[in-house]
């Protein structure tokens, strides 16, 4: 029995020393390992329609032929991506433009590198809403100031777009009261009345619609023309030290990005694999749009409007951010 | 006695089931919210023909068992040497007790910015929820040390190593079983939490994406998972005790009753 016990603990020992040997490896190949010309990069991502072209990309050979091999993670939000990319753990990560602000005028070096993804730019067809439960005596984004609006994060994007389409819908975008809550389980709160209206994107906007939720407004596509709604971005040592791989990374994502624009049928296909929608949501859900070069004039509207509203501590630099 | 207990569990489980069937189907919830038995049974065999499943299995284990283990290991011999070295304890008792309250689930920045989405968060965040069940089952059982024993081994002449491994050591092992068996379940509880919560590959991850993804009967599936494997944990756990326990009155006693 004792010599049990002592064989126990020494194979506990063992295995704690590999593990701490296997975690100091893991993280001296971090730069990026490259072998026989192809570069291994690790993209953080969110399992979300809007990073489909990443996949894409993979599946069609858009990265290999520029010499990349991609290395995707997925993480739980966006909280997770820019840590990891800044501390060198990514080399790539992809997070909505007001998160980025945010980072940038928090001194934290971060750089867009590529497009992540667009509004549709067409009212009432966009892959994100702003939708009012079923039976709500709302017709108009207008009656929504003073009501209670769910939104996936308090001061980020949601907040500007939802103020927009108030804004333009004629109402008082000062007197939203927002509420924080997981797009997943919005569908719910509205059906249970918790919330008066929900910023909402695909599948649950989908899953909203078909229990009887209305669509009152768009954001994306309120706040302004093709808005930039997300983009990839890395670290600013990595980018100055890796311009090749960034370039490469840049061209291959603009091919991974207009192909996707142009088969959705197969974006569809391909976010079935990395996500768990189900087969009758993921046909009926509307697709955002993938542009091959983010538009610097939306995000500097983001920007601005942010900085209106209170999210950035100072002026954001949207030149100094961009690719 | 013993079929009848059987009998009356297997009743108890078949009459919960039944009811996780009826109540979604007569609308008392609803039925996108809480999908009834038969759905979340089929969702469960999708999920169990599917590759995916098996590697999210494979990492949640990986980060269970590594974690586990290295806690265990840290938390025996820090327990047996804050003991035996003298005035060890006293010095680190109030350190012990401060940091002993922090859940670990407080500490899922912190492994965010150190290790990202990786295993090496779930590893923290284990190890560091599972060490202190180990440490102070330690620290306890080294204490009931009967002093007599301890007395007449050294008028023996038996050395330190000598008396940690025949005196110390049997007395305090039942403690020490006992803190591995809370751990292990700790340890399950908290690489699921990391999982799910920072995104590291494994159950958790795959429970997130299913209600990201708005699956809800594939999520209710791989909860049921978590279920599963909790309960098979608790399982090995009590019959490692045992085995490591056979000579010991307390699981003696169990025996011949």
Redesign the interface.
């Known amino acids: 029995m004792r010599r049990l016990i002592a064989g126990l603990a020494t194979g506990t020992f063992l295995l704690a020393a590999t593990a701490c040997g296997s975690s100091g490896g893991s993280g001296s190949s971090g730069g990026g390992a490259s072998s026989g010309g192809t570069t291994t990069i690790k993209v953080s991502t969110i399992p979300i329609v809007d990073t489909a072209p990443l996949y894409v990309g993979q599946a069609k050979g858009f990265y290999a032929k520029h010499g990349l091999k991609l290395s995707i993670s997925q993480a739980q939000g966006g909280a997770a991506i820019v840590p990891g990319v800044v501390s060198g753990q990514y080399q790539f990560g992809f997070s909505n433009v007001t998160s980025l602000l945010i980072a940038q005028t928090n001194n934290v070096p971060v750089k867009a590198v590529a497009e992540g993804v667009n509004s549709t730019g067409k009212e009432n067809a966009d892959f994100c809403g702003l939708v009012v439960p079923k039976g709500s005596s709302i017709t108009s984004a207008k009656q929504l100031a003073g009501k209670k609006v769910a939104v996936n994060n308090l001061n980020n994007i949601g907040d500007t777009t939802v103020r927009a389409s108030v804004r333009k819908a004629g109402g008082d975008p000062s007197k939203i009261k927002f509420v924080e809550l997981p797009f997943d389980q919005m569908p719910a709160a509205l059906d249970k009345g918790q919330v008066d209206g929900a910023f909402i994107v695909e599948p649950a906007f989908t899953q909203a619609k078909s229990e009887g939720a209305k669509n009152v407004g768009s954001p994306f596509v309120d706040a302004a023309a093709n808005l930039t709604v997300a983009m990839f971005f890395t670290s600013q040592q990595y980018a100055q030290k890796n311009p090749d791989v960034v370039k490469r990374f840049q061209a291959a994502t603009k091919e991974a990005l207009a192909y996707s624009d142009k088969n959705p049928a197969e974006v569809r296909k391909i976010v079935g694999t990395y996500t768990k929608i189900p087969a009758a949501l993921l046909s009926k859900m509307t697709l955002p749009h993938w542009p091959a070069e983010p538009n610097q004039a939306s995000i500097e509207t983001l920007a601005k409007e942010g900085r209106q509203d209170g999210l950035f501590k100072s002026a954001p630099d949207v030149d100094k951010l961009m690719p | 006695m013993k079929g009848l207990n059987t009998a009356l569990g297997a009743a108890g489980l078949a009459a919960f089931l039944a009811l996780g069937e009826v109540v979604p189907r007569t609308g008392l919830v ?1 039925e ?2 809480f999908p009834p038995t038969s759905r979340i049974a089929s969702a469960l065999w999708d999920e169990i023909t599917d590759g995916a499943f098996w590697s999210a299995l494979g990492d949640t284990l990986t980060g269970w ?2 974690g586990l ?2 806690a ?3 938390g ?1 011999v820090v327990g047996v040497l804050v003991s035996v070295v003298p005035y060890l304890r006293e010095a680190t008792a109030s350190t012990i007790e401060f940091l002993r309250p922090i859940p670990s689930v407080a500490l899922i920045p912190l492994a ?2 150190l ?4 295993l ?1 968060s779930v ?1 923290l965040l284990v190890v560091y929820a599972s060490f202190w069940q180990v440490l102070i089952q330690t620290l306890y059982g080294v204490q009931d040390v009967d002093p007599v024993a301890e007395e007449t081994a050294r008028s023996y002449g038996l050395g330190t190593w000598a008396r940690v ?1 025949h005196v110390l ?1 049997p007395t305090a ?1 039942p403690y020490v079983m006992t803190g591995v068996r809370l751990a292990a379940a700790v340890a399950l509880i908290l690489a699921i939490t990391a999982e ?4 590291a ?1 494994g159950l958790g ?2 429970i ?8 809800v009967p ?1 999520m209710y599936a791989l909860i049921v998972v978590t279920g599963l494997l909790g309960l098979l944990i608790n399982v090995g756990a009590r019959t490692v005790e045992r085995r ?1 326990l ?2 010991h009155q307390s699981v003696r006693g169990e025996v011949a009753v």
């Open positions: 609803k996108s919210y068992a590594i283990a290295i265990v290991g840290a025996v965010v910015l290790y990202g989405t990786e090496r590893l491994r050591w092992l799910l919560v920072i995104g590959p991850q795959q997130a994406v299913a209600q990201s993804s708005q699956a594939e490591a056979a000579w």
